[in-house]
């Protein structure tokens, strides 16, 4: 089951369904590099991401 509204585009992860939603049960997203704070989307990762 996706979750509510998280879209996935990234063809190769596991947790992307057919419809570029996320079907993980949760999802961890960190600041590249440690801290807790980042000034753009880039500068950050998901790490629930994992590899077909």
């Excluded at 509204?5 to 961890?28: F, H, M, P, Q, W």
């Excluded at 807790?36 to 629930?48: H, K, L, M």
Aim: glycine fraction near 8%; charge should be neutral; proline fraction near 0%.
């Amino acid at each position: 089951m996706a979750l509510s509204g998280v879209k996935c585009t990234v063809s190769n992860c596991t947790y992307n369904d057919s419809n570029n939603l996320c079907s993980a049960s949760a999802i961890e997203v960190n600041v590249d590099g440690g801290g807790q704070s980042a000034r753009a989307s880039q500068q950050t990762n998901c790490n629930t991401f994992s590899a077909k």
